[in-house]
């Protein structure tokens, strides 16, 4: 991005793109918790319903079946830690629609008196513009840079779970 001389529209442009970033960001988390949370009811189905049907009395060749399916849903739980990422994903994709919420009425609440003061003193407006793009693109990456390490975190942990070292111990 190049400087302008205007600081305003400079101001303005960093904002835009802060806010489209989060906006970008928030996306690619959505899907992954949409998906983990697909495969977490996919894998509470085939225990619950498998449980039930076991318990039902089923010939003992398809108990046996269901009984390794619900092994096996387990073992993918466990291994790819769905559940612990599911849960941070989901949240990390809540705090950034939050966020954007946020950001965006702020900055719908806040400009307004700034025009209305545009008209009185407008090298006064130019500045409070500024202060509000600037607090705004802060926020913006304060948050972003909160949710990104929580989701960091999170998938340190998840892979500390697979070592197998940790389970010797």
Known sequence: MKMNSDPVE???NIFEDAFNEARKSKKPVLIESIIRRI??????????????????????????ILGI??????????LFSNHERMVATTKASQAYNRL?????RTHQ???TPILIQKTKNSERAKTD??????????LIHTQCEMIEQALDEI???????????RERQ
């Open 129 to 138: 513009l500024i202060e509000l793009l600037g607090s705004l693109t802060s």
């Open 69 to 78: 399916a619900v092994a096996v849903s387990v073992a993918i739980d466990f």
């Open 10 to 12: 400079y101001a303005q």
């Open 109 to 111: 609440v806040e400009l």
């Open 39 to 64: 495969w977490a009811y996919g894998l509470k189905g085939i225990a619950v319903f498998s449980g039930i049907a076991i318990a039902s009395g089923v010939d003992e060749f398809i108990s046996h």
């Open 100 to 104: 954007i919420k946020e950001v965006r």
């Open 155 to 165: 998938n340190l942990k998840a892979l500390d779970s697979l070592s197998i070292e």
